[in-house]
């Protein structure tokens, strides 16, 4: 039975492993035919900034995994916009196009998924 999983990506790209292991998740569930979106809230607008260069810090650039996302079919994604203009991100900044939506909107969202996972 297909399900629709949210994940939701509070972390930064620099939070060691932690965002790297949720993308792996994230597209192990995908590649199984599960219907897969993601919000990002919090640091983990971070994730998505372009011109990062995480190697400076021997960390692993995760751009990369994000461009592939489109080949396990996640086409959804979603921004906290408080998260955005608290920390001076506009769409323009981001590596994906996503929908910005309203802290008052997340319970809204999560209503329309049957899981939900934190990353």
Known sequence: ????FLYVIQSTS???????EA???IMTVAAFDQSVSL???DDGVYSLKRGQN?????LKNVTPIFDALAMYEIQ???AEDESLKIRGLSSDDLI???KSICRSEIGELWDKFDVILTG
């Open 96 to 98: 994906l196009s996503v």
């Open 54 to 58: 995480p190697e400076i810090l021997n």
């Open 76 to 78: 959804q994604f979603f």
């Open 23 to 25: 993308l792996d998740e």
């Open 39 to 41: 919000l990002f809230i």
């Open 14 to 20: 620099f939070d060691g492993v932690r965002i790297q």
């Open 1 to 4: 039975m297909k399900k629709s």
